[in-house]
């Protein structure tokens, strides 16, 4: 956060420079106006000069001298000239025929970090939840009848945990998460697995962490006291109120899961105080009532965290979040976030994790390549040891590109890392949004238009809505308690 500086400028002939808006969004936040840069990501908090220069080039491109000619009753012309030059070099302002900031598409390096290996420990699921991207009407795999083992053997997620350690590099932590299918139907692979990685991490000088995700319909009271003794972090995938919950997910013979996983999340979140348990929603058009699902979750169930995504589907499925739900959806979102602002101006922890972590990334100015990290610091391991790029894509053949025990094939990785560049998402060159988004998901990418590399453009009105929505909490932030972005610092 800089106020804008000061210094003069014109050309090599000593004519006055012509300037012009450059590539930034504008936001405010307690009567404060800050620059969000694109594709910089940086934010800049202008003073009242600095907001006068860049009301006057919103009319259209002038010389310098204009600018001082149209100010300098307001502004002495030293102070006019030197946030010209400020505003200059954060290049909010600039030549009305400079070239456009792009960021560079470079390719990461070959040796880039491992830094988070998903392990699909089973692609088996003893739910049949409708929307369900792994065994519903949108699977890319089949799970049910392919050739994938349902259950990925303690040798093969031994041979994971080898090449996790190897691809962190000279990274000291690494990070393994669980997932299915239902993980826990592989719990006693998965108990080996930690004990095994952790030992080994221990080995190689590392430290190494864990987390799973889970329909929580298998926890028992020693599986609960397992992943609390083992320090695992847990998410829950749940949907909502009973109502809510017993509508898509369901047994196989068509039962509702919401009176068998109650008492056992209550359970979890009693017993299990290292870490917090987190709630992952997916919302339909079944069910919109957002507000009523996060205060569901959080005061009747006690979660502490909950992150709420739209399903992945194609647009024709009755469970598709129409386009005028999305707006109802985006309203309730901004209903939250407001709630969040006002917990976090007091200090204290609101749980809506959909704010916290666009939050995070705007703090660390995060200008992105690409739209995740799936292919690179993220990887999936299917059940047979294939590596693809994600836990989504697990078991896909076009999405592989190596295997535990042969390691990625940097050609298979390399063409993916061209492709799903933003460079590559002509779309997004023009959208501020695009330091955040690069485009998004690559599994709804796939899923909408059966193509990973294809920019996200369904949900551009959303993405733009809500990353405007959260720089202006964190403006307020910045203005009103700046000490509590600090513990996005780590
Ligand atoms: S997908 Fe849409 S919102 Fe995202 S960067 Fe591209 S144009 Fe912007
Ligand atoms: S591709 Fe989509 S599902 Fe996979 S890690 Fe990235 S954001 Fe998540």
Redesign the pocket.
């Known amino acids: 956060m800089t106020p804008p500086v000061v210094a003069g400028s014109s050309d090599t002939t000593g004519a006055s420079k012509v300037l012009g808006l450059r590539d930034f969004h504008p936001f405010e936040a307690f009567g404060a106006r800050f620059l969000y840069m694109v594709p910089s990501a940086g934010i800049f908090r202008m003073d009242d000069c600095g907001s006068a220069i860049l009301d006057a080039l919103e009319g259209g491109p002038r010389t310098e001298d204009d600018l001082v000619a149209e100010l300098n009753d307001r502004f002495d012309i030293d102070r006019i000239l030197e946030t010209v030059e400020e505003l200059t070099e954060i290049r909010a302002v600039g030549g009305p025929d400079a070239p456009k900031d792009e960021a560079p598409n470079d390719l990461p390096p070959a040796d880039f970090p491992l830094n988070t290996m998903v392990l699909n420990v089973t692609n088996k699921c003893n739910l049949a939840c409708t929307y369900c991207y792994e065994y519903g009407e949108d699977k890319i795999v089949d799970t049910q009848y392919g050739s994938q083992p349902k259950f990925m053997s303690e040798d093969t997620a031994e041979e994971s945990v080898e090449f996790l350690l190897r691809q962190s590099g000279s990274q000291p932590k690494a990070h393994l998460t669980f997932f299915g299918g239902e993980t826990l139907l592989n719990f006693p692979v998965l108990q080996k697995t930690v004990a095994y990685a952790r030992r080994r991490a221990a080995e190689e000088s590392k430290t190494i962490s864990f987390s799973l995700t889970t329909n929580a319909t298998l926890l028992k009271p020693e599986i609960i006291q397992w992943l609390a003794d083992n320090d695992v972090g847990v998410t829950v995938s749940i949907d909502g109120p009973k109502p809510v919950q017993d509508g898509l997910r369901v047994f196989h013979n068509g039962r509702g899961t919401y009176d068998v996983v109650l008492p056992k999340i209550k359970e979890l979140i009693a017993t299990h105080r290292s870490r917090p348990i987190g709630a992952r929603v997916t919302l339909t058009q079944k069910h919109l009532n957002v507000l009523e699902i996060y205060r569901h979750l959080t005061d009747e169930l006690g979660f502490r965290e909950v992150g709420l995504a739209p399903v992945t589907t194609q647009e024709h499925r009755d469970y598709a979040i129409t386009p005028d739900s999305k707006d109802s959806m985006l309203e309730q979102f901004e209903e939250l976030a407001a709630e969040w602002l006002e917990h976090a101006l007091r200090d204290e922890h609101h749980g809506f994790t959909n704010v916290t972590d666009t939050i995070e990334e705007i703090h660390k100015g995060v200008s992105k390549a690409y ?4 292919g690179l610091g ?1 990887l ?1 391991v299917a059940t047979d040891g294939d590596v693809s ?5 697990a078991g896909s053949p076009e999405h592989t590109i190596g295997s535990v025990a042969d390691g990625v094939d940097r050609e298979k990785q390399e063409k993916f890392l061209v492709d799903h560049h933003i460079a590559e998402k002509t779309d997004c060159h023009t959208c501020w949004a695009r330091p955040i988004c690069s485009g ?5 990418a796939h899923v909408q238009y059966g193509d ?1 590399s294809h920019a996200n453009l369904h949900y551009c009105t959303w993405v733009r809505s809500w990353t405007h929505t959260c720089l202006e909490i964190y403006g307020a932030l910045a203005e009103k308690n700046p000490k509590f972005l600090e513990r996005f610092d780590a």
């Open positions: 739209g995740c990290g799936a993220l999936g790029l994600c836990h989504r894509f998004g998901c690559y599994h709804e990973s």
